[in-house]
T-cell receptor, first 110, second 113 residues
Framework: SQQGEEDPQALSIQEGENATMNCSYKTSINNLQWYRQNSGRGLVHLILIRSNEREKHSGRLRVTLDTSKKSSSLLITASRAADTASYFCATDAFGNQFYFGTGTSLTVIP | DTEVTQTPKHLVMGMTNKKSLKCEQHMGHRAMYWYKQKAKKPPELMFVYSYEKLSINESVPSRFSPECPNSSLLNLHLHALQPEDSALYLC????????????FGSGTRLTVV
């Protein structure tokens, strides 16, 4: 089953602009993670935020988590053409239940 | 070794065939996962093994049969599949305890003809 919804479904921006994608989920979680997938191959782990954290940074990535609203956002700053990919949030709940959101397809135009 | 290795990368099989997908990791992770992903859709959880025991089965049809022979290896046995089972099958692993990112293999692209 699927845990979360992401919006927008698709996002197209110019290189150098910021990209923001949002994730909403349904149940209590231990942590929330963001992944990138290029061309329908394996997923790459980007960043993890624990349920007791509100914000986390990693390079050009900024993630926020609001457990009261069951939502998270991923901000990619100063985007590059190489950031073109699908981005998924995933919730890690108890008992190793790990479910993905619907995904956002990001296109960065050079 | 920080990788999850999946073989084969591509597989074409007939509806009467029996085949197996293989997944291997040597990171000491004690949880391993199978996901199915259709084009332009998110990965869907199929099975979870924790300490080599099946802990989650997401109501997957019996034509998919998982096996975890040891802590490093995960198989998915396929039999009498349907064309709609064509998809990318992804394997992942994680330390059993929560709070760590999951490591994914690059997947097996399965086509059922």
């Amino acid at each position: 089953s699927q845990q979360g919804e992401e919006d927008p479904q698709a996002l197209s921006i110019q290189e150098g602009e910021n990209a923001t994608m949002n994730c909403s989920y349904k149940t209590s979680i231990n942590n929330l993670q963001w992944y990138r997938q290029n061309s329908g191959r394996g997923l790459v782990h980007l960043i993890l935020i624990r349920s007791n954290e509100r914000e986390k940074h990693s390079g050009r990535l900024r993630v926020t988590l609001d457990t009261s609203k069951k939502s998270s956002s991923l901000l990619i700053t100063a985007s590059r053409a190489a950031d073109t990919a699908s981005y998924f949030c995933a919730t890690d709940a108890f008992g190793n239940q790990f479910y993905f959101g619907t995904g956002t397809s990001l296109t960065v135009i050079p | 070794d920080t990788e999850v290795t999946q073989t084969p990368k591509h597989l074409v099989m007939g509806m009467t065939n029996k085949k197996s997908l293989k997944c291997e990791q040597h990171m000491g992770h004690r949880a391993m996962y199978w996901y199915k992903q259709k084009a332009k859709k998110p990965p869907e959880l199929m099975f979870v093994y924790s300490y080599e025991k099946l802990s989650i089965n997401e109501s997957v049809p019996s034509r998919f049969s998982p096996e975890c022979p040891n802590s490093s290896l995960l198989n998915l046995h396929l039999h009498a599949l349907q064309p709609e089972d064509s998809a990318l099958y992804l394997c992942a692993s994680s330390p059993y305890s929560s709070g760590y990112g999951y490591t994914f293999g690059s997947g097996t692209r399965l086509t059922v003809v």
